[in-house]
Nanobody
């Protein structure tokens, strides 16, 4: 089974930026809906952003609109899902997960419908 590997997390001050990447060595993922979720300490995992298989349609949680941008690159057999995060806030502190839905048509943020998940990368925003 293909593995999704996240990178790019770290510690940043309020107002700073980070770019997360999720790599998967399977070009089939370029035909899947892919997204980012996050889980803060003591909270349930929540939807952050998603991108359609075409790379044209996206969806964002209200809390990250105008600050986060989701995008995708396909290079050879590799698919890279990116999340550019600007103007970060302490409330953005969480483990960020990359996910893919191999069966979806339209972009969505329904966690239970995603069938591939990465291990997560920690993002910490200091105040």
């Amino acid at each position: 089974q293909a593995q999704l590997v996240e990178s790019g997390g770290g510690l940043v001050q309020t107002g700073g930026s980070l770019r997360l990447s999720c790599a998967v060595a399977d070009r089939d993922f370029s035909r899947y809906v892919m997204g980012w979720f996050r889980q803060a300490p003591g909270k349930e995992r929540e939807f952050v952003a998603a991108l359609s298989w075409s790379g044209i349609t996206n969806s964002y949680a209200d809390s990250v609109k105008e600050r986060f941008t989701i995008s995708r690159d396909v290079i050879g057999n590799m698919v890279y899902l990116r999340l550019q995060m600007n103007n970060l806030k302490p409330d953005d502190t969480a483990v960020y997960y990359c996910a893919a839905d191999s069966r979806a048509g339209a972009v969505h943020g329904v966690e239970t419908r995603y069938d591939y998940w990465g291990q997560g990368t920690q993002v910490t925003v200091s105040s």
